[in-house]
């Protein structure tokens, strides 16, 4: 069953939550607060705008690291899995119904060369351009999800081996 940690707000299956390690977990009510992501520079804008359009409440608080700008959203539990949907479209580079068909297959772009723009008018080319912006912003998010799954790895493993150093 789902719990809330009262300390980092984050939405967990145990009684500790293995992210902060607190101990002060309840099952959570629609209107709790609770993280559902960390999103860096230009995702974090295109999930507040996804949000937004689905009229979806949350919540950003913003950090800065050396280079990168950080947002952490916050939503209402009874939103959580709306949210998650537009997370998933997000990490999946299809926010947009207009964008889903304009993205590059894997196909197209390991058959991809400079010599496919040779003849090309302007609207073709602009239209290209469009495809290649999709499909980098698609690539930026499925970085981001793989950022987030190594950071949450790394941390889960520093804890493993600090517990294992406990036991002995």
Same mark, same amino acid.
């Given at each position: 069953?789902? %719990?809330?940690?009262?300390?980092?707000?984050?939405?967990?299956?145990?009684?500790?939550?293995?992210?902060?390690?607190?101990?002060?977990?309840? *099952?959570?009510?629609?209107?709790?607060?609770?993280?559902?992501?960390?999103?860096?520079?230009?995702?974090?804008?295109?999930?507040?705008? $996804?949000?937004?359009?689905?009229?979806?409440? *949350?919540?950003?608080?913003?950090?800065?690291?050396?280079?990168?700008? *950080?947002?952490?959203?916050?939503?209402?539990?009874?939103?959580?899995?709306?949210?998650?949907?537009?997370?998933?479209?997000?990490?999946?580079?299809?926010?947009?119904?207009?964008?889903? $068909?304009?993205?590059?297959?894997?196909?197209?772009? &390991?058959?991809?060369?400079?010599?496919?723009?040779?003849?090309?008018?302007?609207?073709?080319?602009? $239209?290209?351009?469009? %495809?290649?912006?999709?499909?980098?912003?698609?690539?930026?998010?499925?970085? $981001?999800?793989?950022?987030?799954?190594?950071?949450?790895?790394?941390?889960?493993?520093?804890?493993?081996?600090?517990?294992?150093? &406990?036991?002995?």
């Amino acid at each position: 069953m789902e %719990r809330i940690c009262t300390r980092c707000k984050r939405i967990i299956e145990t009684e500790q939550c293995p992210s902060c390690g607190g101990t002060e977990t309840r *099952f959570p009510e629609s209107t709790d607060e609770c993280l559902i992501v960390v999103l860096a520079n230009y995702q974090s804008s295109v999930f507040a705008e $996804a949000l937004r359009y689905r009229e979806i409440p *949350f919540r950003m608080v913003t950090s800065v690291g050396k280079t990168t700008m *950080f947002r952490e959203f916050y939503v209402p539990y009874g939103r959580i899995d709306d949210a998650f949907d537009e997370l998933e479209k997000l990490c999946e580079g299809r926010l947009l119904a207009s964008e889903e $068909a304009q993205v590059f297959t894997d196909e197209e772009l &390991d058959r991809m060369d400079i010599s496919q723009l040779e003849g090309m008018d302007a609207e073709s080319l602009k $239209a290209f351009m469009g %495809r290649i912006r999709n499909t980098m912003k698609a690539i930026k998010c499925q970085e $981001a999800l793989w950022k987030d799954r190594s950071n949450l790895l790394f941390e889960m493993k520093e804890e493993a081996e600090l517990r294992l150093e &406990d036991l002995s």
